[in-house]
């Protein structure tokens, strides 16, 4: 705090503190620029600007916020952005909504990092205008008035040029001229003037929001997408036999066909040997036991060598072109773990957790263990040359192609770790793709996406009845959440074969499909799903004769299999644009728990999907849907046209609409509004 001086003679302090003739000098207050306006409630923001929001390239970012200030003023409001890799802050200006509501949106024209902040200020012109109007208009003398407005006026003509000077000079001159003051008003209020006021006036007592914001404009497949996961090993026509990387190209064709968008591979890399299970998790392997792909590691090399098996990394770099060619991208999976006979357990065991006996312990996951990983320790005094590696393994896979990474167990590494490795990736790379497989607590999940995941696995496999549908992702499609946390809503996965599944079969194969395809702009399945393979271990969630464990062959066209429904929905995901969005997830009322009714649109209304699924496999069921009129854009009373892009059968709906759903059937409706004419 500055102090006044005070001479030699002044009264010195006492121990107990300012002797009472002297007197602190006052606070100075708050700095120049923060002293009037009050700028606050800004979305989409995550945490108070800590952590990125995400969005879309190509799409604008729209931006509200709180502004207002003391007194009755004019303000204006400016948001101000750039991308990472610019130095200048672009404008975009700001309009009042209600209530001291503001909106405004900017560009994110590139795949990249963008920053902004807003900026108010007052429009001193502007706020001169609108008290002289009034008191003009109530007949008050207002000659004194008028000269404030002049001087305005003047002020902005020395900073004009051209056409703003002429425009401003006959403004002045014909004030100058008139004979009543208050007839003034017509000129002063003209709102040209008033537009070039107010963008030649001064901002003042402008106030800047602190700290600068940050959003995330990824590439589209972020959020957008359908992923198939495959095991290339088990791609053979012969029972028992492993292929090849390039066998495995062979059936990239039928991916393509069924719509999917990325091809998702299990780790690809060497096969440790040292307790390599056998079928169904079993400790004993059989002589050509393949082990799990999870068990990363052997005398081949580890994380950035290829399973020989497989082939060679010329083989893995031909798989990816060949994907590239359909349109389709490969994720990897990054698997932070090792086999026994890793080379970094010979090269590096200061990167490991010894136990007392010098021993290294083995995973595990109560109750599953799993004898042929060890984990890697993060606490070690040498984590941080670990963690350099580990980014090394992500930087050497982009280097082959690969843009996208399924990320296997996240949660159990530190956050801290995640930030920095993903930040650093994604400066460098800024169209990768990273899906966090973090099956946990709900804090976590979002503590990893807040991190820089792009994506996450979520609680959807284990979401069955209409409330619990309804709750989960309402919470998922909403900000807070909905501006950071991205779902990928996979059907099931090698670890995950769902009681519904197990007990149903192909109707809640159908099911479940339409409900993550349209639920959700990302979702995944597992490759056997197309056969609607369901035998589970009794008791377990794991699939019977698993593919982790061993080599499976499969007749891909056996009969029951529901290849041409996947094909038709992803064929409606592409076709209908309101499908590749999530924040416009809209539920709706139905009075049966068995059915559950949701709406889609574009923001401009052009494209709306009506979707109406059975929730329960075994048996048919009916309900009254209610869709409020402007949910599909149309007047109160008002009916419309709607076509199941399913079966081709259409109908006249209102806002009461009857809906019956069999599921040997089909279990769902997924109705494209058409408007009367």
């Known amino acids: 705090m500055a102090k006044r001086s005070t001479s030699s003679s002044a009264v010195p302090r006492t121990s107990g503190g300012m002797s009472p003739e002297v007197r602190a000098e006052p606070a100075a207050g708050p700095p120049p620029g923060s002293r009037s306006h009050v700028i606050e ?7 108070c600007g800590r952590y990125p929001v995400k969005r879309v390239m190509g799409e604008p970012c729209v931006v509200e916020a709180d502004i207002f200030r003391d007194g009755d003023h004019v303000l204006h409001a400016m948001i101000k952005w750039r991308s990472s890799r610019e130095t200048q802050f672009s404008e975009s200006p700001m309009v009042l909504v209600d209530n001291d509501r503001w909106r405004g949106e900017f560009p994110l024209e590139r795949n990249d990092r963008y920053f902004f902040t807003i900026e108010a200020w007052t429009d001193l012109f502007a706020s001169w205008e609108r008290g002289f109007r009034k008191k003009a208009e109530a007949g008050r003398d207002v ?4 000269l404030e407005g002049i001087a305005f006026i003047e002020s902005a003509a020395r900073r004009a040029r051209d056409a703003d000077r002429t425009a401003i000079d006959a403004a002045l001159e014909r004030v100058r001229a008139l004979g009543e003051p208050r007839d003034a008003v017509a000129i002063v209020s003209d709102p040209q003037l008033l537009a070039l006021m107010a963008r030649l006036g001064d901002r003042f007592s402008a106030t800047e929001y602190q700290p600068l914001l940050e959003v995330v404009a990824d590439r589209l497949l972020a959020r957008f997408g359908a992923w198939y996961e495959m095991f290339p090993r088990s791609q053979s026509d012969v029972p028992g036999r492993a292929a090849t990387l390039r066998e495995a190209e062979r059936r990239l064709p039928a991916i393509h066909d069924l719509g999917f968008d990325v091809v998702y591979l299990p780790p690809i890399h060497p096969i440790g040997h040292t307790h390599r299970k056998g079928p169904n998790n079993s400790l004993t392997p059989l002589p050509d036991s393949p082990g799990s792909p999870w068990a990363i590691g052997s005398e081949a090399g580890g994380h950035t060598a290829v399973e020989p098996a497989l082939g060679s990394l010329e083989d893995f770099d031909h798989f990816v072109s060949a994907a590239r060619r359909l349109g389709l991208e490969i994720a990897l999976d990054f698997a932070i773990q090792c086999s026994p006979d890793h080379p ?13 006996d010098g021993s290294i312990k083995y995973a595990e996951n109560p109750p599953k263990e799993y004898q042929d990983i060890y984990p890697l320790d993060f606490e070690a005094p040498a984590a941080g040359a670990l963690m350099e590696a580990l980014k090394e393994v992500v930087l050497f896979w982009i280097g082959h192609g690969v843009r996208i990474f399924r990320v296997d167990n996240p949660h159990t590494k530190p956050v801290p770790f995640w930030r920095w490795l993903l930040a650093d990736v994604r400066e460098r790379y800024p169209d990768t793709i990273f899906l966090a497989e973090a099956f946990t607590r709900p804090k976590m999940m979002m503590a990893l996406a807040k991190a820089g995941f792009t994506q996450s696995y979520t609680y959807f496999t284990w979401r069955n009845t209409k409330a619990e549908f309804v709750e989960y992702l309402t919470e998922l499609s909403q900000p807070p959440v909905s501006d950071f946390f991205r779902p990928n809503l996979f059907t099931n996965t090698p670890d995950i074969l769902s009681p519904i599944l197990q007990s149903y079969g192909r109707p809640a194969f159908k099911m479940r499909l339409v409900l993550a395809a349209t639920l959700s702009p990302s979702y995944g399945i597992y490759s056997g799903y197309e056969l609607c393979e369901n035998q589970a271990v009794p008791g377990t969630e794991e699939y019977l004769n698993s593919e982790k464990y061993e080599i499976r062959t499969r007749d891909w066209h056996a009969p029951g299999n529901i290849n041409e ?20 997830l809209r539920f709706l009322d139905t009075d049966s728990d068995q059915i559950l009714c949701y709406a889609k649109a574009t923001p401009d209304g052009s494209n709306t999907i009506l979707v109406a699924v059975n929730l329960d496999p075994a048996g048919p069921h009916y309900c009254t849907a209610v869709v409020p009129p402007q949910v599909v854009g149309v007047a109160p009373g008002e009916s419309y046209g709607v076509t199941d892009l399913m079966t081709g059968s259409s109908w006249t709906w209102g806002e009461r609409n009857y809906v019956r759903l069999d599921p040997a059937i089909e279990p769902a409706h997924i109705l494209l509004v058409t408007k009367h004419t």
């Open 41 to 47: 409630a800004i979305t989409p923001m995550v945490d």
């Open 143 to 146: 000659a004194s008035d008028l």
């Open 344 to 356: 970094w357990a010979r090269e590096h065991p200061e990167w490991f957790r010894h136990r007392p």
């Open 565 to 584: 429904f996947i094909a038709r929905i992803n064929a409606i995901r592409h076709e209908n644009p309101c499908l590749r969005l999530f924040t416009n």
